[in-house]
Each structure stands twice: as C-alpha cells, then as structure tokens.
C-alpha cells in the first residue's frame, strides 16, 4: 500500500481546512486508517482515526469536537476535515494504515505499516 497525503497549507486561527490521503496499490477496505502529527521539535501524536471492522471513529481529545474522519472505500481515501483550528495544530500530518492492529495499540504510531509522506498545517494566529 502507498498513501498519499495532501491538502495542507496556511490558515489563520479558526480557519479550516480538508487533508486528504489516496491509496495505491490495494483497497483500503480491510484497513484501520489513522492520522498522526507532528510539530517540530516533538514526538509524532495520534490524531485520530477509523476502524475497518466497524467503521467506527475515535480521537484525541485535543482535536474532538473539531477534527472530523471519514473514508471512502470505493476510492481508497480518507479525509481528514479540521475546523476551529488553532496555532498549536501546527505540525506535519501524517496517513497511516495497518491491516491488522489491535485496539489498545490504535493511537501507536509502531503499530502502522504503512504512512504517507506528511504534509504541512501552518496555523497562524
């Protein structure tokens, strides 16, 4: 599986913005798919994520409220919809997928496979 993230960019404070990743390569039908971030100078932090057994949604609580998931299996995609967003979303965001992770490991960044290259949010204030 390659993933392929885009969309990031520069917003003001409350902005928003849609991140996007697109796979290649196989159906992301069977995958739990995430998103990480990283700001510079810190570790990578889970975003949030999507089960591929019962499509069922979860997320940090710094993002919950704010940040929606959502996949699409008919064209390997899974969007990443942020409102509200505030300077300390900056960081590179990061898709990842793994088929076979098991639920206390979901927010693990060792426990995908699979990442797409990152692209940049820059919230300014």
């Known amino acids: 599986v390659q993933l392929q993230a885009s969309g990031g960019g520069l917003v003001q404070a409350g902005g928003s913005l849609r991140l996007s990743c697109a796979a290649s390569?196989?159906?992301?039908?069977?995958?739990?798919l995430v998103w990480f971030r990283q700001a510079t100078g810190k570790e990578r932090e889970f975003v949030g994520g999507v089960r591929s057994t019962n499509s069922n949604t979860f997320y940090a609580d710094s993002v919950k409220g704010r940040f929606t998931i959502s996949r699409d299996n008919a064209k390997s995609t899974l969007d990443l919809q942020m409102n509200s967003l505030q300077p300390e979303d900056t960081a590179v965001y990061y898709c990842?997928?793994?088929?076979?992770?098991?639920?206390?490991?979901?927010?693990?960044?060792?426990?995908?496979?699979?990442w797409g290259q990152g692209t940049l949010v820059t919230v300014s204030s």
């Open positions: 990842a997928a793994s088929a076979s992770v098991i639920l206390s490991s979901l927010r693990v960044p060792s426990s995908y496979h699979y």
């Open positions: 390569g196989r159906s992301l039908r069977s995958y739990t």
